[in-house]
């Protein structure tokens, strides 16, 4: 039998997350939830937490304040820059190809 893990993003505080933990057979997985940090989650037998369209809607917002940045002649938001980005990917590849 298939190891599945649960799937239960709208479970969002520890009496539920408690409630679902107890009463089914399988490892559970969620979202981020507010008030709870991992090691909570952990000891709520959480196993996996996920970020879900996090990254995405946090680009899409990032992209936009650029963009209002621009139109509105404004200073551009912070950013990380270019160099830094590049050497990181750099690293993380170096580090893949030693494992």
Not at 76 to 88: D, G, V
């Given at each position: 039998m298939a190891n599945y893990v649960i799937f239960v993003p709208s479970a969002n505080d520890r009496v539920e997350l408690a409630e679902l933990t107890r009463n089914i057979p399988r490892p559970l997985n969620t979202l981020p939830v507010p008030g709870l940090t991992l090691t909570d989650l952990a000891e709520l037998r959480v196993v996996r937490v996920s970020t879900g369209s996090a990254p995405y809607r946090a680009g899409l917002y990032a992209a936009a304040q650029v963009a209002?940045?621009?139109?509105?002649?404004?200073?551009?938001?912070?950013?990380?820059?270019?160099?830094?980005?590049?050497?990181?990917?750099?690293?993380?590849?170096?580090?893949?190809s030693t494992t």
């Open positions: 209002r940045a621009v139109r509105d002649e404004q200073p551009l938001p912070p950013s990380t820059p270019y160099r830094e980005l590049q050497e990181r990917l750099v690293n993380y590849e170096n580090r893949l």
